[in-house]
């Protein structure tokens, strides 16, 4: 079990990178440190098709931003992702973008921009 749980660690450090750093808040001694994570959505994709790759949490998150279906959210997410009735909403509001012939347009219009952008970062403090 315990090789397992570091078996995942390692995989989810393929596609998460994280750094550091500290910085003082007004001239008070007060030292804030924020970290920045990045999720590389690529590289949990296909990592998420390789089968002899344990499918972590992280891996099945990443690989949602890349998903071409519904369907394919829908088994990503699984059971445990999400409460049934947050999965269930999540879905229709995806499916309910989908239909949306503006949105849709302006998804057109802007989507090379993104192309390469196949990370997300998130802040934390």
């Known amino acids: 079990m315990k090789k397992e749980g570091k078996m995942r660690e390692e ?3 393929k596609v998460l990178s994280e750094c550091s750093c500290n910085y003082i808040i007004d001239g008070d001694n ?6 920045v994570v990045r999720l590389d959505f690529d590289k949990c ?9 344990p499918k972590t949490n992280v891996l099945r ?14 088994e990503l ?4 992702l999400l409460t049934p009735e947050k999965k269930e909403k999540l879905l229709e ?3 309910t973008a989908n239909k949306d012939k503006e949105l849709l347009a ?20």
């Open 93 to 95: 509001s995806i499916r």
């Open 77 to 80: 997410l699984g059971d445990d």
């Open 45 to 53: 994709y296909e990592l998420m098709h390789d089968d002899s790759i």
């Open 61 to 74: 998150w990443g690989s949602i931003f890349k998903a071409k279906t519904i369907n394919e959210i829908s």
């Open 106 to 125: 302006a998804w057109e219009k802007d989507k090379d921009a993104w192309k390469d952008k196949g990370s997300l970062y998130i802040s934390i403090e």
């Open 11 to 13: 995989i989810d450090k």
């Open 30 to 35: 007060k030292v804030k440190t924020i970290k």
